[in-house]
């Protein structure tokens, strides 16, 4: 027998019969992954295990977050566990929420929990407008004031009481149906139900506990676990919060303050900021990474790390190394960042501003556009400089169509695209970045380091992202292309304004989110199907008993 062999008998020995307490002040979500690679190394074990998790983070989040025995005991389960996530594409974000969340599944659990995203209103709403809630919400969108009426009038007591009694009248059977459909491959409904929007909290509640309890209640009797994540930022309607789930996760402490004026107990809040795309979740490796707080806190810690996942590498011969959390370079610095816009087809060493209209081309991104080419092509002029603006206009084909017949000038290269699935690469190539006040794209940016020009948000929900982004230090708000152009020119051309306002906007980062929530909600997932393991087995131990002649 090699000798790696021998000693991995001996450590799965030693770890099957004595406690094991990890401690180490590395990020959570590294723990998620790197759990992984220790399970895939050394194989099977039943004996519980703990790991005690602490790192140095904001007053936002928790200094000290314990991991469940499940994290290990679930990754070595051969049975997988099933999670339908709830949403409406009322907004890009709450799918690429959604898709997050499950790209996070896969990465840290690999093959063990399928998910079931669904559109529970488009999908299973029985008439309009319950099932016309996505066009309805572009036109909204198009003209803030009916969003502004729409959502302040469902916000108070009465709108409050009126859709719940709507929803549960109309709504309570297809959805039903929708949450009883057999989930992944299996014969059975999900093992677990997460919400991502605001209006699948009460009903999903009411068919959980109706469902569990056999159709003997709508108020109680739920086992299911259920969480909810919430998809904004700076604020958020009252509907996302509902004291009867097992947790919901927020992102920031203006909505940790929400949850609990809703009656949410502060052991079922859990903050660690917004679920976002793949591409964010750690450190570039090219264009630049972050520099977050609880990586700051590891510094000089990345080298241990690195040492322990070769060890592991060379003496098990598995190198599955997909993700590395704490692999950092300063965002938006050095060689990366060239090369990457070489990859690009951008022209390097140039001051770049990013416009984004979102992925449905919304925001006046035309005059936009327009108004900061002009200003940088004159600056330019005066300066004697060289800019370069991006424009992504999403699906707005119209507007990359008369942006692209511009003549810009000669001291402004410019790029058009139109939807694009790499804003990860985008936002580390650019200096600054113009868009919406969208929850989503201002958490990615911060990863990215890049300061915000904010050019227009809804009422409500992003309202409050914009004093989220001033107080950061990070950026700020103006709905006026000009004073847009104004003030982006003016960062462009102060790079220690930009060196400041980039440390600010890394300060807020959270890039470890996705991972941590994924990882917790997994947790969930895993002791709830342990439990329903154990009582399993404790009915058919009954059974056999009954069965013995006595």
Same mark, same amino acid.
Request: hydrophobic letters at 35%; glycine letters at 10%; aromatic letters at 8%.
């Given at each position: 027998?090699?000798?790696?062999?021998?000693?991995?008998?001996?450590?799965?020995?030693?770890?099957?019969?004595?406690?094991?307490?990890?401690?180490?002040?590395?990020?959570?979500?590294?723990?998620?992954?790197?759990?992984?690679?220790?399970?895939?190394?050394?194989?099977?074990?039943?004996?519980?295990?703990?790991?005690?998790?602490?790192?140095?983070?904001?007053?936002?989040?928790?200094?000290?977050?314990?991991?469940?025995?499940?994290?290990?005991?679930?990754?070595?389960?051969?049975?997988?566990?099933?999670?339908?996530?709830?949403?409406?594409?009322?907004?890009?974000?709450?799918?690429?929420?959604?898709?997050?969340?499950?790209?996070?599944?896969?990465?840290?659990?690999?093959?063990?929990?399928?998910?079931?995203?669904?559109?529970?209103?488009?999908?299973?709403?029985?008439?309009?407008?319950?099932?016309?809630?996505?066009?309805?919400?572009?036109?909204?969108?198009?003209?803030?004031?009916?969003?502004?009426?729409?959502?302040?009038?469902?916000?108070?007591?009465?709108?409050?009481?009126?859709?719940?009694?709507?929803?549960?009248?109309?709504?309570?059977?297809?959805?039903?149906?929708?949450?009883?459909?057999?989930?992944?491959?299996?014969?059975?409904?999900?093992?677990?139900?997460?919400?991502?929007?605001?209006?699948?909290?009460?009903?999903?509640?009411?068919?959980?506990?109706?469902?569990?309890?056999?159709?003997?209640?709508?108020?109680?009797?739920?086992?299911?676990?259920?969480?909810?994540?919430?998809?904004?930022?700076?604020?958020?309607?009252?509907?996302?919060?509902?004291?009867?789930?097992?947790?919901?996760?927020?992102?920031?402490?203006?909505?940790?303050?929400?949850?609990?004026?809703?009656?949410?107990?502060?052991?079922?809040?859990?903050?660690?900021?917004?679920?976002?795309?793949?591409?964010?979740?750690?450190?570039?490796?090219?264009?630049?990474?972050?520099?977050?707080?609880?990586?700051?806190?590891?510094?000089?810690?990345?080298?241990?790390?690195?040492?322990?996942?070769?060890?592991?590498?060379?003496?098990?011969?598995?190198?599955?190394?997909?993700?590395?959390?704490?692999?950092?370079?300063?965002?938006?610095?050095?060689?990366?960042?060239?090369?990457?816009?070489?990859?690009?087809?951008?022209?390097? /060493?140039? *001051?770049? #501003?990013?416009?984004? !209209?979102? @992925?449905?081309?919304? +925001?006046?991104?035309?005059?936009? &556009?327009?108004?900061?080419?002009?200003?940088?092509?004159?600056?330019?002029?005066?300066?004697?400089?060289?800019?370069?603006?991006?424009?992504?206009?999403?699906?707005?084909?119209?507007?990359?169509?008369?942006?692209?017949?511009?003549?810009?000038?000669?001291?402004?290269?410019?790029?058009?695209?139109?939807?694009?699935?790499?804003?990860?690469?985008?936002?580390?190539?650019?200096?600054?970045?113009?868009?919406?006040?969208?929850?989503?794209?201002?958490?990615?940016?911060?990863?990215?380091?890049?300061?915000?020009?904010?050019?227009?948000?809804?009422?409500?929900?992003?309202?409050? /992202?914009? *004093?989220? #982004?001033?107080?950061? !230090?990070? @950026?700020?708000?103006? +709905?006026?292309?000009?004073?847009? &152009?104004?003030?982006?020119?003016?960062?462009?051309?102060?790079?220690?304004?930009?060196?400041?306002?980039?440390?600010?906007?890394?300060?807020?980062?959270?890039?470890?989110?996705?991972?941590?929530?994924?990882?917790?909600?997994?947790?969930?997932?895993?002791?709830?199907?342990?439990?329903?393991?154990?009582?399993?087995?404790?009915?058919?131990?009954?059974?056999?008993?009954?069965?013995?002649?006595?």
């Amino acid at each position: 027998m090699k000798f790696h062999d021998t000693f991995l008998s001996g450590l799965m020995t030693a770890l099957l019969f004595a406690p094991v307490e990890y401690t180490s002040a590395f990020s959570p979500h590294y723990h998620h992954h790197h759990q992984q690679q220790i399970i895939r190394s050394i194989g099977s074990s039943s004996r519980p295990l703990t790991i005690t998790t602490t790192c140095t983070v904001s007053q936002s989040i928790p200094a000290r977050v314990s991991c469940s025995t499940c994290l290990f005991a679930a990754a070595v389960n051969k049975e997988k566990g099933t999670i339908q996530i709830l949403m409406s594409d009322t907004g890009g974000g709450h799918r690429a929420s959604a898709n997050a969340l499950r790209d996070a599944f896969d990465e840290l659990y690999p093959g063990q929990i399928e998910v079931d995203i669904v559109d529970i209103f488009t999908d299973y709403g029985p008439f309009f407008p319950l099932n016309s809630f996505v066009p309805i919400y572009k036109i909204m969108a198009e003209y803030p004031i009916l969003w502004d009426i729409t959502y302040k009038s469902g916000a108070t007591p009465l709108g409050l009481w009126f859709n719940e009694l709507m929803l549960e009248i109309f709504c309570f059977e297809p959805f039903k149906e929708c949450m009883s459909r057999a989930s992944g491959n299996t014969d059975g409904r999900a093992d677990m139900v997460v919400s991502v929007h605001p209006l699948t909290q009460d009903i999903p509640l009411k068919i959980l506990n109706y469902l569990d309890s056999e159709g003997k209640s709508r108020t109680q009797g739920r086992t299911t676990p259920f969480a909810t994540v919430v998809t904004d930022l700076g604020g958020a309607h009252p509907t996302w919060f509902n004291p009867g789930v097992d947790k919901c996760f927020v992102p920031s402490d203006a909505l940790n303050r929400a949850a609990r004026d809703r009656n949410v107990l502060p052991e079922q809040i859990v903050q660690y900021g917004l679920p976002i795309r793949r591409g964010f979740w750690s450190s570039s490796s090219e264009g630049g990474g972050v520099k977050s707080s609880s990586s700051a806190a590891a510094a000089g810690g990345g080298g241990q790390k690195n040492f322990w996942e070769d060890w592991l590498a060379s003496m098990t011969g598995n190198n599955n190394n997909n993700i590395n959390p704490r692999k950092e370079t300063r965002s938006g610095s050095g060689a990366g960042k060239d090369k990457l816009r070489n990859t690009l087809g951008l022209k390097p /060493n140039l *001051p770049t #501003v990013l416009i984004v !209209g979102g @992925g449905d081309g919304m +925001g006046g991104i035309i005059p936009q &556009a327009k108004a900061m080419g002009e200003k940088l092509s004159a600056k330019g002029a005066q300066d004697g400089k060289t800019y370069q603006m991006v424009v992504v206009c999403g699906n707005n084909q119209n507007a990359k169509q008369v942006l692209s017949s511009f003549d810009w000038g000669e001291n402004v290269n410019v790029v058009v695209n139109g939807f694009v699935n790499n804003m990860d690469e985008w936002m580390r190539s650019s200096d600054v970045i113009v868009t919406k006040a969208g929850p989503g794209t201002i958490a990615e940016a911060s990863i990215c380091g890049l300061p915000c020009m904010l050019s227009s948000y809804l009422p409500g929900q992003e309202e409050g /992202n914009v *004093p989220f #982004v001033q107080e950061a !230090g990070f @950026g700020t708000y103006s +709905g006026n292309p000009v004073t847009i &152009a104004d003030t982006v020119s003016t960062w462009l051309s102060s790079p220690e304004m930009l060196s400041t306002m980039k440390e600010a906007a890394l300060a807020a980062a959270r890039p470890s989110a996705t991972l941590d929530i994924a990882g917790d909600l997994a947790t969930m997932l895993f002791d709830h199907k342990k439990k329903l393991a154990q009582t399993s087995s404790k009915s058919k131990q009954i059974d056999t008993n009954e069965l013995v002649p006595q």
